[in-house]
């Protein structure tokens, strides 16, 4: 599975949308973007995943360019229960292609 | 998305000893995986719990330390062996193949401390 780079951190105003952005220059055609989220001390949360085109679901967007070199999870408005660390993963999906390669992911923190 | 349950949700061995964890989801799914989290580190695959033969394990981690059983589609159990400090970890167990788009789902998780 290709890598990905995320920031660190990132801090965000409660209210307004969060952007968080994801680098995977080395994303092979057959490899889908995916997005969990990691409240502390739960299990992670599966978000959102995509191809090529935008995706949008009840939790987020997902922005992939086109080229999909990178992609954007777009929280439009952002709650205190969004602070998590945020993963951004790339991977081959079907049968016997299962795994998750999580990276250090994004702390993002949501101020009041 | 299915319930997904870990006991015990916590715990604190002896070096020396063993440790069983048990994961349970309440449907039948095609794939369990298990996980580990060390202190202020990211998630990392330890194996995969195939239903009816031997887990599937990653570079760096063997069965003599974590064996694994999956004895239906329903229910897998991670141990962790000869336990030391180094051990103490978040341990994750996750499902997959409810949906089409096999995302994985996680449970709880089970933290583990080892004095």
């Known amino acids: 599975d290709a890598k990905t780079t995320q920031p660190p951190s990132m801090d965000c105003a409660e209210g307004r949308a969060a952007n968080l952005p994801c680098n995977h220059s080395?994303?092979?055609?057959?490899?889908?973007v995916y997005w969990y989220r990691q409240i502390h001390s739960q299990g992670p949360q599966y978000i959102i995943h995509g191809l090529k085109n935008n995706e949008t679901n009840e939790m987020a967007s997902l922005i992939i360019t086109e080229d999909r070199k990178s992609s954007t999870l777009i929280l439009p408005h952002a709650t205190l229960r969004d602070t998590a660390v945020y993963y951004c993963i790339v991977r081959v999906v079907g049968q016997g292609a299962q795994k998750l390669v999580f990276g250090q992911g994004t702390r993002l923190t949501i101020n009041p | 998305s299915a319930v997904i349950s870990q006991k015990p949700s916590r715990d604190i061995c002896q070096r020396g000893t063993s440790l069983t964890i048990q994961c349970q989801v309440d449907s039948q799914v095609t794939m369990m995986f298990w996980y580990r989290q060390q202190p202020g580190q990211s998630l990392t695959l330890i194996a995969t719990?195939?239903?009816?033969?031997?887990?599937?394990?990653e570079s760096g981690f063997v069965i003599d330390k974590f064996p694994i059983s999956r004895p239906n589609l329903t229910f897998s159990t991670l141990t962790v062996s000869n336990m030391s400090p180094e051990d103490s970890s978040i341990y994750l167990c996750?499902?997959?193949?409810?949906?089409?788009?096999?995302?994985?789902?996680f449970g709880p998780g089970t933290r583990l401390t080892v004095t």
């Open positions: 080395t994303i092979s055609g057959n490899e889908y």
């Open positions: 719990a195939n239903q009816g033969s031997e887990a599937t394990y």
């Open positions: 996750s499902v997959s193949g409810l949906t089409s788009g096999y995302e994985q789902y």
